[in-house]
C-alpha cells in the first residue's frame, strides 16, 4: 500500500519537541493538482491532518512498550496506547484549528509537524465522528499539560 502525498507542512518549528504546539501556527501547501480540493473547507473551524512522521524511527525493542516520553512516573504501557511518533507505521493525525485558508493551503494552528513534513490527508473536524465524550486515563492528562 503507498500514501500520496498530497501536501508539506511549513512550520517555524524544525525539530521534533513535546511540549507547547497550542499557539504555534503552521501552513499546510498542498501540491496543485490537490488545491482545489480545499474549495468548502473555509466553512469549518477545525480538521484532521495525517501527516507522514517522515524522522521518527520506530525501533521495536525501544518503541513497542515504554513509558510515555521516557518518564518513569507514567506506566509502561504498548505503543498503541500512546500517540509517541516512533510507530510501526509513521502516520500522525492531529486536530487543528483553522486560521485561514488560501487557493493552495491552509494556515492551522497546534499542528505538531515540524517543517517539511509530508501531509497525505485533511479532513473536517466533525464532532459527530470525532466523539469529545472519551475516556483517558490520568497519565495522559499529566502527560498532555503544556503540549498544547
Known amino acids: 500500500m503507498e500514501f500520496t502525498i498530497i501536501g508539506t507542512v511549513k512550520s517555524p518549528i524544525t525539530e521534533p519537541v513535546d511540549m507547547n504546539w497550542g499557539e504555534v501556527v503552521s501552513e499546510i501547501v498542498l501540491k496543485p493538482e490537490y488545491a482545489p480540493g480545499l474549495l468548502g473547507l473555509d466553512d469549518f473551524s477545525h480538521l484532521m491532518v495525517l501527516t507522514v512522521l517522515h524522522e521518527a524511527e520506530y525501533v521495536p525493542e525501544k518503541h513497542l512498550r515504554r513509558h510515555p516520553q521516557e518518564r518513569m512516573d507514567f506506566p509502561l504501557v504498548g505503543i498503541f496506547a500512546q500517540r509517541?511518533?516512533?510507530?510501526?507505521?509513521?502516520?500522525?493525525?492531529?486536530?487543528?484549528?483553522?486560521?485561514?485558508?488560501t487557493d493552495s493551503s491552509v494556515k492551522v494552528r497546534a499542528l505538531d509537524a515540524i517543517d517539511g513534513t509530508?501531509?497525505?490527508?485533511?479532513?473536517?473536524?466533525?464532532?459527530?465522528y470525532d466523539r469529545k465524550d472519551a475516556t483517558i486515563p490520568e497519565w495522559m492528562l499529566e502527560m498532555m499539560k503544556g503540549y498544547f
Not at 509517541?84 to 485558508?101: F, Q, W
Open 84 to 101: 509517541a511518533r516512533h510507530r510501526p507505521n509513521r502516520i500522525g493525525v492531529t486536530s487543528v484549528e483553522i486560521v485561514e485558508v
Open 118 to 128: 509530508p501531509v497525505i490527508d485533511i479532513k473536517p473536524y466533525v464532532p459527530v
